[in-house]
């Protein structure tokens, strides 16, 4: 007969868990979006303001994506810094 100690944690599915919950819509995204990208592989004519660029279409998408997932992670970080304030 096995014996349980008072000190041993209740086992929690795996999905239930906080951090996997907020993390599995970011996995799933992120894997279509890299899909995508890499399924767009010709070359496309770019420009931004006054030069032209030719360069393949996924090289273009994963820069916006990168872009993107940069632009993410400043607004979350700055939004959990401004709610973890206190007034003086």
Do not use: Y
């Amino acid at each position: 007969m096995a014996q349980t100690s008072s000190d041993h944690k209740a086992h929690t599915p795996f999905l239930s868990r906080p951090g996997v919950r907020r993390l599995a819509p970011f996995v799933l995204i992120t894997a279509i979006a890299l899909v995508f990208i890499f399924e767009n592989r010709e070359s496309v004519e770019i420009r931004l303001l006054v030069p032209e660029v030719t360069m393949p279409l996924w090289g273009a998408l994963l820069i916006a994506w990168g872009l993107g997932m940069l632009a993410c992670a400043v607004t979350v970080r700055r939004r959990r810094s401004r709610h973890t304030r206190r007034p003086q």
